[in-house]
Structures are given as C-alpha cells and as structure tokens.
C-alpha cells in the first residue's frame, strides 16, 4: 500500500467515527426505499458562497444522500400573490420538517485550494448521513469550479474567521442539527480547527491530523531541516515566515495568535489527533506538547500506537497506562511501558485548583 494510500485509508477510517462523536447515530433514519426501488443517487457537490467582512468566500457542501438543498425563502411579492390566492388552491398540508443532520466543517492543508482527499472525506461523511462542507480559504480557489475566495493567505489566522462564518452558515440550515457540528482539519486545517474549537466552545469535537499548533516552532524545524521533502520543507518555511511577516502585530504577538496549543487547556470538547510519528514538517512533538497540555488541564487522554500501515499495534499494555494508572497494579514495569508509547509516559497532573495565570497576548478567549 503506498503512502497515499496509506493516509487515505487512515482518514476514511477516522473519518467513520466522526460520525459517532457527533452523535450521527442518533439523527432521526431516512425511510427505507420502497421494495425494488433504487437506491438514491450519490450526492452531488453544490457551491457555497458567503461574505466575510466584506470579502466574498467560496466553499463546497455535501449534503447526505437523498437530502436537497432547502427551497429558498419567499420574497415579499411571492408572499403576497401566495396570500391573494382563493382558500381552495392553498395546499391542504404544509411541507414536513426536514431531517436535521449532523455537520462537519473539514479544513484541508497546505495553501492551495481544497484537495482531492478532502474531497474524498465529504463524500465518505456524506454516505453515512453527515452534511459536510468546506471552505477554499481566503486567497485560494475552490477546487469544484477553480473560484477564487478573496483576500489574501494570512496563514492560520483570517482562515480562522472565514471557517467560523461557514459554521455560522450551517448552523442556521433548517437540515443541520446545530448541537452536532463538528470540525475535522489537515495540518495548516489542523490549526485553524484547533483555534476554532478554542473560539468556539459549543462545536461538538474535533478530529485533526497532524496538527500544526505552534507556528514558531514549526517554522524553526522546517528552517533546521530545509532538504526535507526535497527542499520542500525549507520553501514552506520561508512562506510561511513571510505570511507572519504581513501581520502589523508585534511579532511575537502574531506568531502566538498562530499557536492554538497556547489555548489548548480551554478546550472541553472530545477531540481525536493522529500524528505520524515521522512526520517531515510537523514535528510529532507539537501533539505531544497538546496531549500534555490537555492531561494537565483535567482531560482524559487516550493515546494509541498504529503502525506505518495505519493500523492498530500490539501493545495493549502501553495502551492502558495511557489510559491512566488503574491496571499498574498489573503491570510489572508501568513507566517502561508507557515510555514505548511515541510521546512517552503522561506528566503529572497539575493542580487545576489554582487560578489560570494571563492570556499569552494575542490569543483569543475561548
């Protein structure tokens, strides 16, 4: 299975449980199609279109199976010849509610327009009953049609109010459940999730691979190691050092807007990272440094070990120490064992009894 593959497989496979971290079980069931009748037909990608401080922004949706987009509302006019009509010709019963279906809102990486993976996951949403969208951010076209949103790359930051409005714009669909809308992101989507979940506390979980959720340190290792990927690291370095450049904040003040794991402590929602443990341009140690952060904040932590197929690996004892230390009475060498898993064993708790000390400048309340 090549690598492609490999991440492909992973994601349609996280994606599955989304699903159920949304709740999308228990999102009322469509009717059964009636004895030979056909299946509905696969859901057709429909544009998104919606403005942000004035800019306009494109994005892409997937509804579920057998759904449409909602009839529009009536226009004045409309409204009035409907009104003059005689009782007789007015419908005898009005239109049922429509199902209201779980949402994800999924954010692509990278800095060129949405990716056929991402493609892939809204479609893989959207056959188990989840209405799924995603924006082509600000500066970047869409890959449906190649329309360009407007404004320009800020890198982990305008992205962050784009996705928020596209969330805004789901929830208030009649056919979105908005209790169950969730995010799930890919590396630069994997910041803008992260901060989005951090500014959006009623968002119901989020799901990200391997996040980017300390710019600085990001930028630092892509400029220490310069021929990875073929120099390609070394090119996104240098890029996105220039897109913080842009930002008339101090600099230090910017770079911490673009580091979510700043932030991490505030977020009570259930969230799902995967993260390779080789990863040439996000360090894995940026998720441990956020797996830490959130046992230190009171959460529970579930870390598991995968192999380089994706698939689950046999060390069910490092597993449970991970968990937390009920089954250390069983285990002869807890700390070796938890010291195999990729971030090595969880730190002490934090004594969470204290107040939280000042927000790093530039973050965002939650």
């Not at 409907?82 to 049922?96: D, E, G, H, M, V």
């Not at 807890?334 to 195999?340: E, K, M, V």
Request: with cysteine; hydrophobic share 40%.
């Amino acid at each position: 299975m090549s690598g492609t593959l490999r991440r492909v497989h992973l994601a349609l496979r996280v994606g599955a449980g989304v699903a159920a971290l949304l709740g999308a079980c228990a999102a009322p069931p469509r009717p059964e199609p009636a004895p030979g009748a056909s299946p509905p037909p696969p859901t057709r990608p429909a544009p998104l279109q919606y403005v942000v401080s004035g800019q306009v922004q494109f994005g892409t949706l997937y509804p579920p199976p057998g759904t449409s987009e909602p009839a529009p509302e009536p226009s004045a006019a409309q409204s009035a010849e409907q009104s003059a009509k005689p009782p007789a010709t007015q419908p005898l019963a009005q239109r049922p509610p429509p199902v209201q279906h779980p949402a994800v809102v999924l954010l692509h990486g990278g800095f060129f327009g949405d990716d056929s993976t991402t493609d892939g996951m809204a479609r893989e949403l959207s056959r188990r009953g989840v209405l799924a969208a995603f924006p082509a951010y600000r500066g970047e076209p869409r890959g449906l049609d190649g329309a360009r949103s407007q404004g320009r790359i800020e890198f982990c930051e305008g992205e962050v109010r784009d996705a928020l409005a596209l969330v805004r714009l789901l929830r208030a669909r009649p056919d979105v459940d908005p209790r169950r809308i969730g995010v799930l992101g890919f590396s630069h989507g994997g910041c803008i999730g992260l901060r989005m979940l951090a500014e959006d506390p009623t968002l119901r979980a989020g799901v990200l691979f391997s996040p980017l959720s300390d710019a600085r340190n990001a930028v630092e290792n892509m400029d220490q190691n310069p021929m990875q990927m073929l120099g390609f690291a070394g090119w996104l370095g240098a890029r996105l050092r220039s897109y913080v450049s842009r930002d008339p904040r101090p600099r230090d003040e910017a770079w911490s807007a673009r580091s979510p794991v700043l932030v991490a402590s505030t977020l009570r929602m259930p969230i799902v990272i995967v993260h390779g443990t080789s990863d040439p341009l996000i360090p894995l140690a940026q998720t441990c440094r956020l797996r830490d952060t959130l046992w230190k904040s009171g959460r529970p932590v579930r870390e598991r070990l995968l192999t380089h197929a994706g698939l689950p690996a046999p060390a069910a004892e490092a597993q449970a120490i991970a968990q937390g230390p009920a089954l250390a009475h069983a285990i002869e060498d807890p700390q070796a064992l938890a010291a195999q898993l990729p971030c090595g064993p969880l730190p002490p708790r934090a004594d969470t009894s204290a107040p939280a000390g000042p927000r790093p400048a530039g973050v965002p309340s939650a």
